[in-house]
């Protein structure tokens, strides 16, 4: 009797003695049963770039070619540039430019010219002058009461545009005044745009 009752106890002692240890390991965390100790670190990296102003600007095609027509007589004043009023429906100028959406800056727009010559005559540049507007084709305002004279440099004092917006366009119309006296011939010239980042 006394066996069976050591017996029994030691088998027991033996069981409880082995399923400690699994009892134990059901308790730790996944952390502790993954040998993961200690706290956690990080480091945060730094990411750069830096990115160039780029400004974009286009012209309709009529504005690359300015025609005040033909036979037109000395001693004529505002003679219209034959693209003023092209849209028949709306009056509208065929003259513009617009900054393209391309650009990530707004634009200030600029013009000069140079005289027209036939020959050694000239038509001094003087006698051509502009009005533009940013909104509408057909303002009012773009009229030769309301214009300014082309000249030699850019004219930075009277802005095509100023802080032209991404994507819009600005319109503009020409005038001529010929001099009395002006010699017979085919008067050619030219005008630049020049669109810069506005500041």
């Given amino acids: 009797m006394i066996k069976r009752d050591v017996m029994i106890l030691a088998l ?20 502790e049963m993954s040998g993961i100790t200690g706290m956690a670190t990080s480091q945060v990296g730094n990411i750069s ?35 003023n009023y092209l849209d028949a429906t709306t009056t509208g100028t ?20 140079e005289n027209l010559t036939s020959g050694a005559n000239k038509i001094g540049l003087m006698n051509v002058s502009w009005a533009s507007n940013t909104t509408i084709s057909n303002s009012s305002n773009m009229a ?11 004219d930075t004092a009277n802005w095509l545009a100023a802080n032209e917006a991404i994507g819009s ?12 006296g002006t010699v017979a011939g085919s008067y050619v010239g030219n005008y630049t745009q020049q669109c810069q980042a506005a500041s």
């Fill in 12 to 31: 027991i002692f033996m069981l409880g003695f082995g399923l400690y240890p699994l009892f134990t390991r059901l308790g730790q965390s996944r952390s």
């Fill in 49 to 83: 770039a830096g990115i160039a102003t780029f400004l974009s600007c286009s012209w309709s095609n009529d504005a690359l070619n300015i025609s005040f027509g033909s036979n037109l007589n000395p001693g004529t004043n505002d003679t219209n540039a034959t693209g």
């Fill in 94 to 113: 065929a003259y513009n430019v617009t900054v393209d959406t391309l650009s990530n800056t707004q634009a200030n727009i600029s013009m000069k010219g």
């Fill in 144 to 154: 030769p009461t309301l214009s300014t004279r082309l000249n030699n440099s850019f």
């Fill in 169 to 180: 366009t600005v319109h503009y119309r020409f005038w001529l005044d010929i001099p009395n």
